[in-house]
């Protein structure tokens, strides 16, 4: 077999400890999962169901590197957020199972082209034109679990050009990590390769060309880098 054009590259995050790479399948992201951001875009919490988007695998962006300001835009958000990476998968999985699961973690960024989700929210359109875009999912290199993870005192931290923006404990996500893996996967069979971008806490705001970042996951993972 061979195709007709050349096939598209496997996007690619690195490992701490490894010189092998983490193949990107999807990745699927919740929305709304910590009280005070959702409060801070005027919306409200649905503790029993959960929100999801995508973005394309080819989204990513790894550590280090430039991001570009994207077109069509004048308002680019920053969204800190645990993003989780998984080994196995599956269709309708319990939360007690959903563990088990778990290659790594690592944090990541969920750019948003926010003036565009809110042109879409008022329209009723879908979010695709606001979160799915190129280069839109910066992501640390994952830690293995083998190498421990995090609790529910982990703090998620963003500093742009060394000023906090957003800081919470992941005990302040309303859908824990099993949760979301067993929801997700009553709407999507869940395969190894899926990345999740687990919510982000309130302070989101706008980042500018020359703005550099820096996103912890405390002790778990480091993301930085630049808008060009
Ligand atoms: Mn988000």
């Given at each position: 077999m061979s195709y007709a054009i050349a096939a598209p590259a496997v996007p690619s995050l690195p490992i701490l400890g490894s010189d092998a790479r983490f193949p990107v399948r999807r990745i699927f992201c919740i929305g709304r999962n910590f009280a005070d951001h959702a409060r801070e875009m005027g919306a409200t919490v649905d503790p029993g169901q959960p929100m999801f988007f995508c973005k394309p695998a080819d989204a990513v962006v790894t550590d280090g590197a430039d991001v570009p300001y994207p077109g069509a835009t004048a308002e680019l958000h920053h969204e800190v957020e645990m993003v989780v990476a998984l080994a196995g998968g599956g269709r309708d999985i319990a939360p007690e199972l959903a563990g088990a699961l778990i290659f790594g973690y690592g944090v990541g960024l969920d750019l948003t082209r926010r003036d565009l989700q809110a042109q879409a929210k008022a329209k009723g359109h879908p979010w695709d034109v606001a979160k799915a875009f190129d280069h839109s999912a910066p992501v640390s290199a994952l830690r293995p679990v083998e190498q421990g993870r995090p609790g529910p005192q982990t703090q998620l931290t963003l500093l742009v050009n060394d000023v906090l923006r957003q800081q919470a404990t992941?005990?302040?996500?309303?859908?824990?990590v099993p949760a979301i893996i067993a929801a997700l996967s009553k709407l999507f069979e869940l395969k190894p390769g899926d990345l999740l971008f687990t919510g982000t806490p309130a302070g989101v705001a706008a980042l500018q060309r020359g703005d550099r970042f820096r996103a912890e996951l405390e002790g778990v993972a480091v993301l930085e880098g630049r808008i060009a």
């Open positions: 992941l005990e302040a996500m309303v859908h824990d």
